[in-house]
């Protein structure tokens, strides 16, 4: 008899129906992707993010795509009373809170929109714009979880997953940015430092919460392919084992694990999903 001819269908272990998640940064990349695999999955979504309208958007996308539950609300993860009132109104439209994906970060990319925030050194990057990605990528999913565990230690259950990066756990390749004939270009010392602060504060979290029923684990991926120019895509793409970027839906796909009871002896783990970027 098969697995799924038993009592325990496996796949049912990846459901979540009727669980509410709430997803930081939710109007972008990763964020409409998470949402839509969350709600495929028969999840109810929170999509929080500073851009109301752009997060309505995408709710309304969920919803139209997988007739699952969407909600967009605007907040600010870099302020605890605007944290506060997210967690206020997901309970009052929902009842309860089950998820929390950490997924909001300032990660500067490299198109014509963002081109002026690469061209620091270490020597002269700014303090101020030091200050900005720690509130927002560590300080952020700090206020985020603070904010969600009571109600999930009165549940008796919850899951936190902190995205972090490959660039957490090893040094940017600063050749990938460069141009021949144009003035160097940087990934921020911010986003290494903060994207390894993540993977601490989800060790720490999920050693505190122990046996209390929240699991906390983060989850890292690689480069994801998002319409970057074919330069820096042969050359991301050479460092990688699989040789090429990824595609939003295999992290999605691999969240979608870590906050199903799939992963439900998983705690304090980093899933890396890079390419095998690190493995060499």
């Not at 940064?25 to 999955?41: E, I, N």
């Not at 907040?75 to 206020?88: G, P």
């Not at 991926?221 to 330069?231: I, K, L, N, R, Y």
């Not at 990824?246 to 705690?267: G, P, Q, R």
Request: charged residues 20%; contains cysteine.
């Amino acid at each position: 008899m098969s697995i799924e001819e038993g009592d325990n269908n496996v796949l049912d272990r990846f459901r979540i129906t009727d669980r509410v998640a709430i997803v930081t940064g939710g109007a972008g990349l990763l964020g409409r992707s998470h949402a839509m695999a969350l709600a495929s999955a028969g999840g109810m979504v929170v999509l929080a993010d500073l851009q109301k309208q752009a997060a309505e958007d995408v709710a309304n996308e969920v919803r139209s795509q997988t007739g699952g539950g969407c909600l967009a609300v605007k907040a600010d993860v870099t302020s605890a009373e605007s944290v506060s009132a997210l967690v206020k109104t997901t309970l009052k439209h929902y009842g309860r809170i089950d998820i929390l994906v950490n997924n909001a970060a300032l990660d500067p990319k490299f198109d014509p929109e963002h081109s002026g925030q690469h061209s620091n050194s270490f020597e002269d990057f700014p303090v101020e714009a030091w200050q900005r990605s720690l509130d927002v990528n560590v300080t952020g999913m700090f206020l985020c979880a603070q904010a969600v565990a009571p109600t999930m230690l009165e549940a008796g259950q919850g899951v936190i997953v902190n995205v972090s990066s490959t660039y957490g756990l090893v040094g940017p390749d600063q050749r990938l940015y460069q141009r021949e004939g144009e003035p160097a270009r940087y990934k921020p010392v911010t986003y290494s430092v903060a994207k390894a602060a993540v993977l601490g504060l989800t060790r720490y979290l999920a050693t505190y919460y122990g046996n209390r029923g929240i699991r906390v684990n983060a989850i890292t991926p690689g480069g994801v392919f998002a319409g970057h120019d074919d330069e820096f895509v042969k050359r991301y793409s050479a460092k990688t084992v699989l040789g090429r970027m990824a595609e939003k839906e295999e992290i999605s796909s691999a969240l979608l694990f870590l906050v199903s009871d799939a992963s439900s002896y998983m705690t304090g783990a980093n899933l890396v999903v890079d390419g095998g970027w690190t493995a060499w």
